[in-house]
């Protein structure tokens, strides 16, 4: 009796609990509509166990509708079925939670979009007329036709692009320079540099060849796509206003034009990159970095430090939603410029601000030379097919000192034997001649370089001095005149008005160093000293040269025209250091001088000079020795 009592209990339990499932489907039914249940249940492969009168596989069934999972395939236990359906209830109960929740929220936005409707259609139908409306008409229809074929044509690449330098070696008569750059940029910790020199031998395009050589080593920071970037100082300024800055960027606020019409209507101010951003990774390049605005250096300088640029505006809210991520991060952590500065010049060190030459190593070029020219000029000729006699490299070289002017008239002359050949050679180099490039010179009315050049002789009262202008070295011919004075003791002496006031007092220290070594009275007579072509010339540099012609022109003894002087004389006759000596070195080298005279004291700082004798002198009787053969013969020292 127990056992049927048992059994009679099962049954109704499994009864009871078969009307528990079937009241959870009807539930759901109410909730995803009888055809969406039953669509969901063959998606999840239950519609067999609800149609099954298992209790078991109604409960899997059940399982698979409530928590959305076909995998659930076990049989559970008739003592396991209660707590799984209680927990099936709970999830019902969760989920009709949530849908409430979602259709209160999808009333409230019914209810805000109908508020704002009519706001809405206006501003479509504004969209609408916009988008259906072109701005195009026949004028400018056929106005893009034209700049379309305007687009199509193109000239010939010019030939300072052919003739650039491709490699180090190309660059002629800057072997020291580009070896200290290469050290500088070329190695684990590079550094920024500022690059000395006059126009036209090669700082930029060293610069930019330099780079590409530290892309191969190994060791070098710099990347394969490592850029270079190029820009000139003669062209950045610096805007109080900040509304542009090419060099390190600035904030196109939605009030100022450029800004992005997006961006203008939805208030948001754009930050615009600079140079010193699209430079990071590699090399900012600044010709004439002199000439920049003091301001805008000092700015370079807080770049430098921080190698990041900082970007502000009134109009940034980062609380806006409508604010790009991009723009904010700008904003927050400002954009990166981390790069290595190379500025060029042809200013003085002492014309730089004190400030940027601190941060920087410096590298100095030197002038080229008339044999560099013509190296210059002949690899110029072998790259363009052309061949060029040795007598015109040196026509050229006779008319320029820069490359780039060298390489230009190379070009020039080069179209000029084009049109005499009437073409291009069948085989073989098209020929230069002289006659070509003298053709070029005289349209172009082409003074020479040099004006003044050594001379295989000895000349009375004549004599080459030395002057520099920026890195530039030159001769200087300064011939003297002297008559016996019609009252003795009462002679006159004279000097070209363009001399500066240090240079007249050379002649009065000439005076006294000649009276005191050698006896030798000038106001005994009237003395003309003249500085052939009337160069604006200053400083006590020339106040050897000045003493030795005037010495000559006296005693009639003559003096070497093969041999450049430079240094100051004191009273005693001893000569006393100047300035810009490897400027004067390449000057002297440049007018074919043998050698030059420098002041013993300079000696420490010259070095490694090539293609020309140095000789150094204590003293005006040193000078002597090397200028006046015979001298010592003709007078004894005071």
């Known amino acids: 009796m127990a056992r049927k009592a048992d059994g009679?209990?099962?049954?109704?339990?499994?009864?009871?609990?078969?009307?528990?499932?079937?009241?959870?489907?009807?539930?759901?039914?109410s909730v995803y509509g009888p055809e969406g249940l039953v669509l969901k249940a063959g998606k999840l492969g239950a519609l067999?166990?609800?149609?099954?009168?298992?209790?078991?596989?109604?409960?899997?069934?059940?399982?698979?509708?409530?928590?959305?999972?076909?995998?659930?395939?076990?049989?559970?236990?008739?003592?396991?079925?209660?707590?799984?359906?209680?927990?099936?209830?709970?999830?019902?109960?969760?989920?009709?939670?949530?849908?409430?929740?979602e259709q209160e929220i999808e009333e409230l936005v019914s209810r805000k979009m109908q508020e704002k409707h009519e706001e809405y259609l206006k501003e479509i139908k504004r969209e609408i007329l916009l988008d259906n409306s072109s701005p195009e008409t026949e004028q400018t229809q056929e106005k893009l036709k034209n700049l379309l074929k305007l687009e199509k044509r193109s000239l010939a690449r010019s030939a300072l692009t052919i003739l650039r330098p491709r490699s180090l070696k190309q660059i002629?008569?800057?072997?020291?320079?580009?070896?200290?750059?290469?050290?500088?940029?070329?190695?684990?910790?590079?550094?920024?540099?500022?690059?000395?020199?006059?126009p036209g031998v090669g700082k930029t395009s060293a610069a930019r060849l330099v780079l590409q050589e530290a892309k191969k080593m190994p060791f070098s920071p710099f990347g394969k796509n490592a850029p270079f970037i190029e820009t000139d100082g003669t062209t950045l300024r610096w805007d109080p206003r900040e509304i542009t800055n090419p060099l390190l960027g600035s904030v196109?606020?939605?009030?100022?034009?450029?800004?992005?019409?997006?961006?203008?209507?939805?208030?948001?101010?754009?930050?615009?990159?600079?140079?010193?951003?699209?430079?990071?990774?590699?090399?900012?390049?600044?010709?004439?970095?002199?000439?920049m605005d003091p301001i805008l250096q000092n700015k370079l300088l807080k770049v430098l430090e921080d190698k990041r640029v900082y970007f502000d505006s009134s109009y940034y809210d980062p609380d806006d939603p409508?604010?790009?991520?991009?723009?904010?991060?700008?904003?927050?952590?400002?954009?990166?410029?981390?790069?290595?500065?190379?500025?060029?010049?042809?200013?003085?060190?002492?014309?730089?601000?004190?400030?940027?030459?601190?941060?920087?190593?410096?590298?100095?070029?030197?002038?080229?030379?008339?044999?560099?020219?013509?190296?210059?000029?002949?690899?110029?000729?072998?790259?363009?097919?052309?061949?060029?006699?040795?007598?015109?490299?040196?026509?050229?070289?006779?008319?320029?000192?820069?490359?780039?002017?060298?390489?230009?008239?190379?070009?020039?002359a080069y179209a000029v034997a084009l049109h005499r050949a009437g073409g291009y050679p069948k085989r073989g180099f098209l020929p230069i001649t002289v006659e070509d490039v003298a053709s070029v010179i005289e349209s172009g009315r082409i003074q020479p370089s040099i004006t003044a050049k050594a001379r295989n002789s000895l000349e009375v009262g004549k004599i080459f001095g030395l002057g520099v202008l920026g890195y530039l070295g030159s001769v200087?011919?300064?011939?003297?005149?002297?008559?016996?004075?019609?009252?003795?003791?009462?002679?006159?002496?004279?000097?070209?008005?363009?001399?500066?006031?240090?240079?007249?007092?050379?002649?009065?220290?000439?005076?006294?160093?000649?009276r005191k070594c050698f006896d030798i009275d000038l106001y005994n007579w009237d003395i003309h000293v003249n500085i052939i072509g009337g160069a604006r010339i200053d400083g006590p540099s020339a106040g050897l040269a000045i003493t030795l012609a005037v010495f000559s022109a006296i005693t009639g003894l003559p003096l070497r025209q093969d041999v450049a002087v430079t240094g100051e004389?004191?009273?005693?006759?001893?000569?006393?250091p100047i300035g810009g000596v490897y400027e004067k070195i390449y000057g002297a080298k440049q007018a074919g001088m043998k050698s030059i005279v420098v002041p013993y004291d300079n000696s420490l700082g010259i070095k490694h000079v090539r293609g020309i004798e140095v000789v150094y002198v204590r003293h005006l009787q040193d000078a002597l020795d090397h200028v006046c053969p015979g001298w010592r013969e003709s007078y004894s020292c005071a």
């Open 8 to 29: 009679v209990l099962g049954a109704n339990q499994e009864e009871i609990l078969k009307k528990r499932v079937g009241a959870m489907f009807r539930f759901l039914a």
């Open 48 to 101: 067999k166990g609800m149609k099954s009168k298992d209790l078991c596989q109604q409960v899997v069934a059940l399982q698979k509708v409530v928590y959305e999972d076909p995998t659930i395939g076990a049989c559970p236990s008739l003592d396991e079925i209660p707590s799984i359906l209680d927990e099936c209830q709970e999830e019902i109960a969760e989920h009709i939670a949530r849908y409430s929740i």
């Open 172 to 198: 002629i008569g800057q072997d020291r320079a580009i070896q200290a750059l290469l050290a500088k940029i070329a190695s684990p910790y590079p550094q920024h540099v500022i690059l000395y020199g006059p």
């Open 252 to 291: 196109h606020d939605p009030i100022y034009q450029g800004a992005k019409r997006d961006f203008a209507d939805g208030g948001v101010p754009e930050p615009k990159l600079g140079l010193v951003t699209a430079a990071t990774g590699g090399i900012l390049f600044i010709d004439e970095i002199g000439e």
């Open 322 to 412: 409508r604010v790009p991520e991009y723009v904010r991060h700008l904003f927050t952590h400002g954009a990166p410029a981390d790069f290595v500065l190379v500025g060029a010049t042809t200013r003085d060190p002492e014309e730089i601000s004190p400030a940027l030459r601190s941060r920087c190593a410096e590298v100095f070029f030197d002038a080229l030379t008339p044999d560099h020219i013509v190296e210059i000029v002949r690899g110029a000729a072998r790259r363009l097919r052309a061949k060029i006699c040795r007598e015109a490299c040196q026509l050229i070289a006779d008319h320029t000192i820069e490359a780039r002017r060298a390489v230009g008239l190379l070009a020039d």
């Open 476 to 514: 200087i011919e300064i011939e003297t005149v002297t008559f016996p004075a019609r009252q003795p003791g009462k002679g006159t002496m004279r000097m070209n008005e363009t001399a500066g006031s240090m240079v007249k007092d050379s002649l009065f220290n000439a005076a006294s160093a000649l």
């Open 569 to 576: 004389v004191s009273l005693t006759g001893n000569v006393k």
